[in-house]
């Protein structure tokens, strides 16, 4: 079942740009922590970045000062700008929804959305 939806994946040039969304309903987003993850073929799934309901924020040191994240409560929306796009950010990007105290990786997960940069 999924639980949030991803979306705003797409191919990019390096350098470019992309602006992911995270969609889900009331009761997921009230989970509090929402965290983008990546995985890249052949790779572990990577923490990029996380926000909670409140609007603190944590980023993977590889996408500091590139990627922001963001949270629109009204439409149950996480976005994740993404900007100087490497490729090395090719990855399928998820996101997660969890409680503050539930270990990392539980909670509710969206099927992913594929971000390729190449020329």
């Known amino acids: 079942q999924v639980q949030l939806v991803e979306s705003g994946g797409g191919l990019v040039q390096p350098g470019g740009s992309l602006r992911l969304s995270c969609a889900g309903s009331?009761?997921?987003?009230?989970?509090?922590?929402v965290t983008w993850y990546r995985q890249a073929p052949g790779k572990q799934r990577e923490l990029v970045a996380a926000?909670?309901?409140?609007?603190?924020?944590n980023y993977a040191d590889s996408v500091k000062g590139r990627f922001t994240i963001s949270r629109d409560n009204a439409k149950n929306t996480v976005y994740l700008q993404m900007n100087s796009l490497k490729p090395e950010d090719t990855a399928v990007y998820y996101c997660?929804?969890?409680?503050?105290?539930?270990?990392?990786?539980?909670?509710?997960w969206g099927q992913g959305t594929q971000v390729t940069v190449s020329s």
């Open positions: 009331e009761i997921i987003f009230s989970f509090n922590t």
């Open positions: 997660n929804a969890r409680r503050p105290g539930w270990p990392e990786g539980t909670g509710s």
């Open positions: 926000t909670t309901i409140g609007g603190s924020t």
